[in-house]
């Protein structure tokens, strides 16, 4: 059975039908990414899963338990964490009470250990710890919304276009620490843009055009596919 | 000396509209609504101690521990019967209903305990303090009252600024979204925000009435608007912002009322308020947000 499992949901805003019946899996141990251009619905399906938007019909499995209608503040004690689009750090906050909040759900005790584990995986975030997390830079306000994420020691990580709006040297900074993420442990759900990069690291994905899932496989082989090629990848 | 006699009642009076501006402040800080019935909840905790200590003879500490109590869970009712339903209404929706609250907490306060005043009893009794051979009185009132704001202040600050849940205040108050992410309890959240600004106004409003022993069912409302008027004239949504904006604006009424002119004292303060405003629109210490794209 698959560790995430996403079946038919569909997703209103007002009129507009933003997601039709838009199914998945994620397994675990794999990087799964989500592409497809400006406003196919990626974001809002992982709005969804998480429980910050409601779905009408369709269910969200997690682990082998109905999520679907669940609060979205008890979603993350399951073992989920969700990075969001644009970063959203707490910008008055400093960057270690954002780490702590990441950690919100889990006992006092934990929280020195996997603070710890985090400055070790992002040093900057040690160097910066005192500082109020809007005066970072993009590149590293990201880093500090994947630390807190990880701070709830997720079982599955999503995270909703962590490459926007960088430089072309954290974008590799950040897909290297997907790749790490991932490598220690942590199952990953990657929705980008950028499909090129989300392709070379993810084992599967799926291609969401205007609320629909139009085609799925293997990354490596939507990499040479010349539909994908042509829509996505620029070539 | 009769200068510092004002400087003096003036810092009282403020502390009090600190206290209250708290309120304000707070829900704003959280819920991003002014909520208009905060004035009124300070008139129930004046009500709720007038009848502990002198219908059922409590001592004024337990009068004013029952005042807490009630307008806590009145604080925490509001919201969520009148305030939680329309968390995704427009802001003028959620307005109109709190001044709605605002009218059915003082016609229920008329139709329970009528429009007669009544005189209520100082909860801090005691000789005034005279200083300097006579020429300076402070009531013990004023003394508490001050007190009480100092403490309160130092506690709330610890609190928003230390804890656990003082930080999940603040990263509720910057994105909801986000936070419920992190697995904060956004309507918890909230709740404990009113809680807070409801068991502070009780306090105000004990103080207040001990202060000026009168109580009415509209007692609450001139106190309440110029709280509102400290909390933005300090900055809506910071708490050192409330503290600023409330001393500063008992000072500057005892001071209009004391020199200038008893009737024109209000207007003198809202005149401040507005120049304030335009020289500095966020407030004397609020942050100016801009909105990122």
């Keep these: 059975m698959a560790m995430l499992e996403v079946k038919d949901i569909n997703v209103f805003y007002g009129l507009i039908h933003a997601l039709r019946d838009v199914s998945f899996e994620v397994n675990e141990g794999e990087v799964v990414a989500l592409i497809g251009a400006n406003g196919a619905g990626k974001t809002t399906t992982l709005h969804t899963i998480t429980g910050l938007l409601p779905s009408k019909g369709g269910t969200v499995t997690f682990e082998g338990k109905d999520i679907t209608k669940k609060p979205g503040h008890e979603i993350v004690r399951l073992g989920m964490s969700h990075v969001p689009e644009g970063r959203r750090v707490f910008a008055g906050l400093t960057v270690r009470e954002n780490l702590k909040m990441g950690a919100y759900t889990r006992p006092k005790s934990e929280v020195e250990a996997s603070l710890a584990d985090v400055y070790k995986r992002f040093p900057r975030l040690e160097e910066r710890k005192n500082q109020p997390a809007g005066t970072l830079s993009g590149g590293e306000q990201q880093m500090l919304a994947m630390g807190r994420a990880l701070m709830a020691k997720p079982r599955i990580l999503l995270l909703d276009e962590p490459s926007m709006g960088l430089s072309p040297l954290f974008v590799g900074?950040?897909?290297?620490?997907?790749?790490?993420?991932?490598?220690?442990?942590?199952?990953?759900?990657?929705?980008?843009?950028?499909?090129?990069?989300?392709?070379?690291?993810?084992?599967?994905?799926?291609?969401?055009?205007?609320?629909?899932?139009?085609?799925?496989?293997?990354?490596?082989?939507l990499l040479n596919d010349d539909a994908i090629k042509k829509a996505y990848l620029g070539e | 000396m009769s200068f510092l006699n004002h400087l003096i009642n003036g810092i009282s009076l403020g502390s009090i509209y600190a206290i209250i501006a708290l309120g304000y402040t707070m829900v704003y800080g959280i819920a991003k609504m002014l909520n208009f019935a905060h004035g009124d909840v300070i008139m129930v905790g004046g009500y709720m101690c007038f009848c502990a200590t002198t219908y059922l003879g409590w001592p004024p500490i337990a009068g004013v521990l029952l005042a807490v109590v009630v307008c806590t869970v009145l604080g925490v009712v509001i919201e969520r019967l009148a305030y939680k339903p329309l968390r995704m209404a427009p802001s003028l929706a959620v307005l109109i209903t709190a001044i709605g609250v605002s009218y059915f907490l003082q016609n229920a306060a008329l139709l329970i305990w009528g429009s007669s005043t009544k005189s209520f009893t100082s909860v801090v009794g005691g000789d005034p303090i005279q200083l300097f051979g006579g020429q300076l009185t402070i009531t013990r009132v004023t003394i508490v009252t001050v007190l009480a704001c100092v403490v309160i202040m130092v506690a709330l600050t610890l609190f928003t600024g230390k804890s656990k849940m003082g930080t999940a205040m603040r990263a509720v108050s910057e994105d909801k979204g986000a936070a419920q992410l992190m697995g904060i309890n956004v309507n918890t959240t909230i709740s404990l925000t009113f809680a807070i600004g409801s068991g502070l106004a009780a306090i105000a409003g004990v103080l207040l009435c001990s202060a000026y022993p009168t109580l009415l069912p509209t007692t609450g409302s001139m106190p309440g608007i110029k709280a509102f008027t400290a909390a933005v004239f300090g900055g809506i949504g910071s708490i050192p912002g409330a503290l600023l904006g409330g001393i500063l604006l008992g000072v500057i009424e005892i001071f209009a009322k004391a020199y200038i002119s008893t009737q024109l004292s209000d207007a003198i303060v809202f005149a401040v308020l507005i120049i304030v405003l335009l020289v500095k629109p966020d407030g004397l210490l609020g942050k100016h947000v801009s909105e990122k794209v």
Excluded at chain 1, 184 to 190: N, S
């Design chain 1, 173 to 221: 900074e950040v897909f290297k620490i997907i790749q790490e993420v991932s490598a220690a442990g942590t199952t990953v759900l990657l929705v980008e843009q950028n499909a090129k990069k989300a392709l070379s690291i993810a084992d599967r994905a799926y291609v969401l055009e205007t609320g629909k899932i139009v085609k799925t496989g293997k990354a490596s082989d």
